[in-house]
């Protein structure tokens, strides 16, 4: 099959400000800052190392290090990948969580890509308040910017009440306050910040705080994790985009009583999983592409 | 189970929980309440599920057998953390009719995700 970048593919299919699907993946465009240039970025979630579960994915040990491969053939290189928590399954034996968390960074070290930005998951941080994640990953929030554009990374997940705290929150206001309201702004996080789902447990308990402080700035965009599925959703002018998980499929938000993992299909293998690379544009906006963890 | 419930009750906290669920109904005589025991542990409320009567005062009394949970029931505005060692009260008089999920929403290990369960109303 013939190969075309992103932006080729943009060009051939003459399209932008749409959304639709094709065999190179999802397009979403969302609306958003503006890059000092363009670039791409690659957003990776959930990926659950060490989980085993032969209904929901019989190929859990080989489908991270085929995302791996996948991002790796990729044609344009992203500039950094983003993860976006629940790197490893959990576990009640801190030496095990600890084997789980070497295992994963030994395989992403194969990514091409050595600017790879972690945040945790519930599965990672919430039974020991995020210690075993620092020592292999650093601090569990932080910013840095990149091409015009500031990043932001929240931790919802130290706290197993799902809370930001409110010294986070106290960092993330002091950080916003050196910004001009028009600066892009790009967070990411693993819980939803908003109520999506609170009886399934897609919330943060203190997410609104956080959406108070971000929505003074006309350019934020939250790219999160935790649902294993794609979905894309406003708060006021802050668009929110989950991304699906290298794992199993979540259900859609209410579409049955109780969230269960979406059974593997033998008949389509590694269906519902997958990636995102996101363009920023200097135009303003990202370009967001789901790709699939086996090509079709 | 209540043999084990009450015997694990060292302290108590009596709450007062009004919202879309019910009423309050704080300081209703004694006896005019039904009361619903629930125990939980990883990964398990028990019961997981629960049937109530529109309008009927019920008094919820939750336990937990292991460690820190939550009680969270969000389409009506009840959530409480269930401590080991103590039980802990929720009061309420459910005005609407349906299925409502209420689920642990304090991360409490591999399995979490299963420790839900739905409270049916009925007329």
């Known amino acids: 099959m013939m190969e075309f970048s992103r932006k080729e593919f943009l060009k051939l299919a003459g399209i932008g400000g749409v959304v639709f699907a094709s065999g190179l993946g999802h397009v979403a465009r969302a609306a958003g800052p503006g890059a000092q240039q363009d670039f791409h970025f690659v957003q990776l979630s959930d990926s659950h190392w060490g989980f085993t579960g032969a209904k929901a994915n019989p190929e859990a040990a080989t489908t991270l290090p085929k995302a791996v491969a996948r991002v790796n053939a990729l044609t344009e290189q992203p500039d950094f990948i983003l993860f976006t928590g629940d790197l490893t399954h959990t576990t009640d034996d801190p030496k095990e969580r600890r084997r ?3 295992e994963f960074r030994d395989i992403v070290k194969e990514l091409k890509v050595k600017d790879i930005r972690f945040i945790p998951g519930e599965h990672d941080a919430s039974l020991d308040k995020g210690e075993a994640y620092k020592e292999f990953f650093g601090e569990t929030h932080y910013n840095f910017d990149h091409k015009g554009i500031h990043f932001v990374a929240l931790d919802n997940v130290s706290d ?3 809370n930001l705290g409110d010294e986070q929150l106290a960092w993330l206001d002091a950080d916003l306050k050196k910004l001009d309201k028009t600066q892009p702004i790009v967070v990411f996080t693993h819980r939803p910040l908003f109520d999506l789902m609170p009886s399934w447990d897609w919330a943060t308990r203190d997410g609104a ?5 971000l929505m003074p700035y006309q350019n934020v965009t939250v790219f ?3 649902i294993h599925q794609e979905n894309h959703q406003k708060t006021g002018h802050i668009e929110h985009h989950a991304a699906t998980s290298l794992i199993f499929p979540l259900p859609a938000p209410g579409s049955q ?3 269960e993992p979406v059974l593997w299909n033998p008949e389509a293998p590694f269906k519902g999983l997958g990636f995102r690379t996101v363009e920023a544009e200097k135009k303003g906006g990202f370009e967001i592409y789901q790709e699939p963890v086996v090509k079709a | 189970m209540r043999k084990n419930l009450r015997q694990m009750r060292l302290g108590a906290a009596a709450l007062v929980m009004a919202g879309a669920f019910g009423a309050a109904v704080h300081g ?3 006896g005019t309440e039904r009361v619903v025991e629930i125990a939980v542990k990883k990964f398990e409320y028990i019961p997981s599920e629960i049937t109530l009567k529109k309008g009927e005062p019920v008094r919820l009394e939750l336990t ?3 460690r820190l949970h939550g009680f969270d029931l969000p389409d009506l505005g009840v959530r409480v953390d269930v401590k080991p060692d103590e039980t802990v009260t929720v009061h309420v008089t459910p005005t609407k009719t349906g299925q409502f999920v ?3 929403d304090i991360f409490c290990g591999d399995g979490h995700e299963d420790l839900q369960g739905v409270i049916t109303v009925t007329d």
Request: proline fraction near 12%; charged fraction near 25%.
């Open chain 2, 102 to 104: 209420f689920h642990c």
């Open chain 1, 100 to 102: 789980r968390m070497a």
């Open chain 2, 28 to 30: 209703a005589p004694a």
């Open chain 1, 160 to 162: 197993p009440g799902a």
């Open chain 1, 224 to 226: 999160y994790g935790h």
């Open chain 1, 209 to 213: 705080k956080a959406i108070d402080l």
């Open chain 2, 64 to 66: 937990s057998l292991d």
């Open chain 1, 257 to 259: 009583p109780k969230r």
